[in-house]
């Protein structure tokens, strides 16, 4: 069954290209695609285009199907185009001819929109609850590690003291960061598309501000051109936030490596979550986040992936944005994956805190020395030079007692500071509105 069939019979091969993977992608869509039509009959009903015993009826066999696709039990069937085709099929097959009413309204076109915004505002939000989760670890190392000293380096160069709980405190507060690209490409994607049609409004009385409402939309996209130039746009603001908290995922994977090389040897991981070598008995590698920093650096790429997908398109639908499904449903898992496999990691790594005690680390207190001296009186650029030149001379004795004080220093991490900004951009997600208007849908509990 496809929607668009008018009696003719499309070639095998022209068919088959066509599809590619959408049917594949559209099991990821499938409940929300339930849950879109509930909210579509509920508002035909409040036009006149269905009847009160109608409603009831599409209401019930669609909360028959969600269940089915929740237990992992439905199917698009073999001539069933998508996840759109197949769910009006099954309507068709328990109630007849009301069940071909449900389209009344809509087209594919503002009905994918509307798939791919439910299911995106539902993945960003487990996201950003994992996110928090790695937030949260890397907060308590910062916390437990607050003390410990490490090398500091510019250029790859030792430079200065640096601290555990500076470093994990940094990723921590990157991620905040991230979450506020995040709450963008939420508020993006959490505006009603549907009653856009294909692209140009509809000649029905479509209450628009109704479905609104039913599915917890902060707003809709007013304009219907613009609703259907939406598909593309969406897909790469998100996987634009996507891609940064990919990129401090990653960035903090490449320290790791670097720190568990034996000429670094700052941290290391339990045996039982490295790997070896097949001829080096020795090794012990860091595979889990070499394989995180690859990932999660595929994962940028998916931007602008679809930037070329799109940045030739004119106003209007075309069937190059199919493809973006292919890119885009998947990049969701597989950043949570990441994100699960860094929290495990970072919350079993080892710090080597006796790091400083080498003595290739000396000279990384000739700062502190030459602020010692501007405190007693000496100017800057004086003391600077005096500590230069003992350096030099191979006479520089260090004195090991590191004193910061000011915000974000090594003596005054503002962990709870960091924590208060993440709290607040949590509680400025509104994922409460979408989930409670969902589950009203689903239950069908119009006082819920």
């Known amino acids: 069954m496809k929607l668009w069939d008018k009696g003719t019979e499309i070639n095998k091969l022209i068919e088959t290209f066509t599809i590619g993977h959408d049917t594949e992608m559209d099991y990821f869509l499938a409940e929300f695609d339930v ?45 069933s185009e998508d996840v759109h085709s197949q769910v009006e099929l099954m309507l068709t097959r328990k109630l007849g001819d009301v069940g071909k009413k449900i389209h009344s309204g809509r087209s594919r076109n503002d009905q ?8 995106t505002r539902s993945e960003i939000k487990s996201v950003v609850d994992q996110t928090f989760e790695l937030f949260e670890i890397l907060i308590a190392q910062s916390e437990k590690y607050q003390h410990v000293l490490m090398p500091g380096y510019t250029h790859l160069q030792v430079a200065m003291p640096s601290s555990f709980g500076l470093w994990f405190g940094a990723y921590a507060e990157s991620l905040t960061d991230d979450l506020l690209l995040l709450q ?34 902060e707003s809709m996209n007013y304009n219907v051109v613009y609703a259907q130039m939406g598909r593309g746009k969406v897909e790469k603001s998100v996987t634009f936030a996507l891609a940064s908290v990919a990129a401090t995922l990653s960035r ?6 670097l720190f568990m090389s034996q000429n670094f040897n700052f941290v290391s991981l339990p045996d039982e979550l490295t790997t070896g070598s ?112 003992s350096i030099n001379k191979g006479t520089f004795q260090p004195d090991k007692n590191v004193c910061h004080t000011h915000e974000g ?18 509680n400025s997600f509104n994922f409460s509105k979408a989930e409670s208007a969902f589950e009203r849908l689903i239950s069908g509990d119009k006082q819920q």
Do not use: W
Not at 41 to 55: F, K
Not at 409 to 426: D, V, Y
């Open 409 to 426: 220093s090594i003596g005054n991490l503002c962990l709870p500071e960091i924590r208060e900004k993440m709290e607040a951009i949590l």
């Open 35 to 79: 849950v879109g039509s509930l909210a579509h009959i509920a508002m035909l009903e409040s036009i006149g285009l269905l009847t009160a015993p109608e409603l009831a009826s599409l209401s019930g066999e669609l909360r028959e199907i969600y269940k089915e696709i929740k237990a992992g039990k439905f199917v698009i069937e073999e001539g």
């Open 252 to 257: 903090m994977a490449y320290d790791v490596c």
């Open 278 to 389: 097949s001829i080096m008995p020795h090794k012990k590698n860091p595979d889990v986040f070499e394989l995180l920093r690859s990932h999660c650096n595929k994962i940028q790429s998916l931007p602008n992936q679809i930037l070329l997908m799109t940045n030739n398109l004119p106003s209007g639908y075309f069937r190059d944005l199919q493809l973006i499904k292919e890119v885009f449903i998947p990049a969701f898992a597989e950043l949570k994956s990441c994100l699960t496999i860094a929290a495990f990691a970072i919350s079993n790594i080892k710090v080597n805190e006796k790091i400083m005690d080498d003595i290739r680390y000396e000279n990384i207190y000739s700062v502190e020395e030459v602020n010692r001296k501007v405190l007693q009186g000496v100017p800057f650029r004086d003391a600077y030079r005096q500590v230069g030149e």
């Open 112 to 119: 994918v929109l509307l798939d791919l915004k439910l299911f």
């Open 184 to 217: 963008a490409a939420y508020r993006i994607a959490d505006q009603n598309p549907l009653g856009s049609a294909a692209g140009y409004g509809s000649s029905f009385p479509l209450n628009r501000q109704m479905t609104t409402d039913l599915l917890g939309f």
